[in-house]
């Protein structure tokens, strides 16, 4: 814009270097009025961009709770406790157990303690 203005102006002997007024409209159309207009919409703009994505991860979190969690068809139905109550012990250690190696892991560690312990107490 500073280079446009500069080919624009003109030597004044009272002023210096001066710029007409209409030229300075051709090189800046916007009056004050479409400013405000340009601003508003910006902010229209951003505050639209926030709310959509909002918007989304609502809609995303609705979705995924009523068909996993609360809807009537959820897959949590199956595990009522009624139905708890009616399986066996090593049907729910199949469903909800410890896997083998962190089972022989703690198992390893208890008898390791137990020792431990036992040595302590020969020392005092």
Known sequence: MRA???EKS???SKFG???RLSDIEQ???MNNEDHVIQDLHDILQSYYKVALKR????MCMHA???HLITGPDTPLKLFSSAFIASMTPEQIEDIAGED???KRKR???KKEMRELEAGRRILN
């Open 64 to 66: 995924a709770d009523h």
């Open 17 to 19: 270097r001066v710029v």
């Open 27 to 29: 090189t800046h159309p």
């Open 4 to 6: 446009a203005l500069t």
């Open 10 to 12: 003109i030597d004044s």
């Open 100 to 102: 083998a190696v962190t």
């Open 55 to 58: 918007f989304v991860d609502n």
């Open 107 to 109: 198992l390893a560690l």
